[in-house]
């Protein structure tokens, strides 16, 4: 079966510092990949998906980044943060080409910038 | 510009009740609607869909229903028990195949 990792589950970081969010899917393959945030008391905002290897496209301007070194590892990034970057960040797959359409969280980072 | 919109932010219900949950959507070449389950501090999880073909699709407690002229959908939770508290996000299909998201309705049950 399908698993998503995500970590750190919490981080509190000083506004300036850096950011490396890591995601982690096992049991598939050639995953879509995505990043969400969740504001307080928002909805889910889509940052970045990815079709493939070294594939980004991003939904928003900021000051985060995506990578994607391998197929099933998904890297979020910032080389400073902002106290408008706390929030609550998930990882998501879906399957290539799927016809459900249905994407799979991962547990979720909490995110305070301070 | 919000196209999936979740108008009420909370909803409370008492337990054994059906629960309504409401979403519209302004785009009209949305075609797949799919309705989602988050607890806090965790992700959120799939609960049923709907393609524009059906105006109605029933998994156990959960139905959802489509109105295409409307562009409106709802989710009934019968009955409605205490583990089903949540926020519930509506989404659809965009063109390009990523999801667009409702803000989200808190449902509360009460016991």
């Known amino acids: 079966s399908q698993t998503i990792h995500q970590w750190p589950a919490t981080l509190v970081q000083p506004v300036g510092s850096p950011l490396s969010l890591e995601c982690t899917v096992e049991g598939t393959s050639n995953p879509n990949l995505y990043w969400y945030r969740q504001a307080a008391g928002r909805g889910l905002q889509l940052l970045f998906y990815s079709v493939g290897i070294g594939q980004i496209s991003s939904e928003v301007p900021q000051n985060l980044s995506a990578s994607r070194p391998q197929d099933r590892q998904f890297i979020l990034s910032s080389k400073k943060l902002l106290l408008s970057d706390s929030g609550f960040y998930l990882c998501?797959?879906?399957?290539?080409?799927?016809?459900?359409?249905?994407?799979?969280f991962g547990p979720g980072t909490r995110l305070t910038v301070t | 510009d919000q196209q999936v919109k979740q108008n009420s932010p909370s909803l409370s219900v008492q337990e054994g009740r059906i629960s309504i949950l409401n979403c519209d959507y302004t785009n009209s070449m949305f075609d797949y609607f799919l309705w989602y389950k988050k607890y806090p501090a965790e992700g959120p999880t799939f609960l049923i869909s709907?393609?524009?073909i059906k105006d109605k699709n029933e998994d156990g407690r959960f139905t959802v229903f489509l109105n295409k002229s409307a562009k409106h959908l709802s989710l009934h939770i019968v009955p409605s028990q205490p583990g089903d508290s949540a926020v519930y996000f509506c989404?659809?299909?965009?063109?390009?195949?990523?999801?667009?998201w409702g803000a989200g309705t808190k449902l509360i049950i009460k016991p």
């Open positions: 709907i393609s524009s």
């Open positions: 989404a659809a299909i965009a063109s390009n195949y990523q999801l667009i």
């Open positions: 998501a797959w879906s399957v290539d080409g799927g016809s459900s359409y249905e994407q799979y």
